[in-house]
């Protein structure tokens, strides 16, 4: 297995006792101690607005740690993602963090027409990890899939691709063996790199 350049990123805000945070840190141990290269990012950590304050009308400069995102983003040959579902989506924080750097010329260019779009993050790919309260299945029935503004509206379209995902939950309700066994497997996976 060769050795790969991974970012994990931590969606949620807490980066305390929570089992995002527990998943995050499985994957990472078990990317280091297959000898990959990591970097990590927890959006509790970062400085910055998340807030659109003209859309996308006017473009707002990207504090620093929103341009490190980026240059972390750029090095990586994987992106492992992990936070939990709030209200049928990503905590509020990461999405805008996603609406503030996520722009052309990073992630995709428009060309002359629009249905033509140049995705400029190709050559990467990404895991994601989604939490909930609901058992996956359930919620996709009900409400139904709560995935895609990740997978498919952010990193498919900026060229991220294949994305694999992974749902867990109701994790209020889990038994502590099957929560250990979600952690275990967070860390074969970040040993795979995958």
């Known amino acids: 297995m060769s050795s790969k350049k991974i970012l994990v990123l931590l969606g949620h805000p807490d980066n305390d006792g929570t089992l995002c945070g527990a998943l995050a840190d499985s994957y990472e141990n078990g990317a280091r101690d297959a000898k990959h290269e990591v970097r990590r990012i927890n959006i509790g950590d970062l400085n910055f607005d998340p807030i659109l304050h003209k859309g996308y009308k006017v473009i707002q400069m990207l504090e620093p740690d929103l341009i490190k995102v980026q240059e972390d983003i750029k090095w990586a040959d994987h992106i492992a993602i992990f936070y939990p579902n709030w209200w049928g989506s990503m905590p509020a924080l990461f999405k805008g963090m996603f609406d503030r750097m996520f722009l052309p010329g ?88 995958i």
């Open 106 to 193: 990073f992630a995709f260019r428009f060309n002359h027409l629009p249905w033509r779009i140049t995705k400029l993050l190709k050559g990467r790919s990404a895991s994601v990890c989604i939490t909930m309260n609901t058992h996956p299945i359930l919620a996709r029935l009900m409400f139904g899939d709560n995935s895609n503004e990740i997978t498919q509206n952010i990193l498919e379209f900026s060229g991220i691709s294949p994305v694999r995902l992974n749902k867990v939950g109701p994790v209020e309700k889990m038994k502590p063996k099957k929560l250990e066994n979600y952690i275990q497997k967070a860390y074969n996976f970040g040993r795979k790199g």
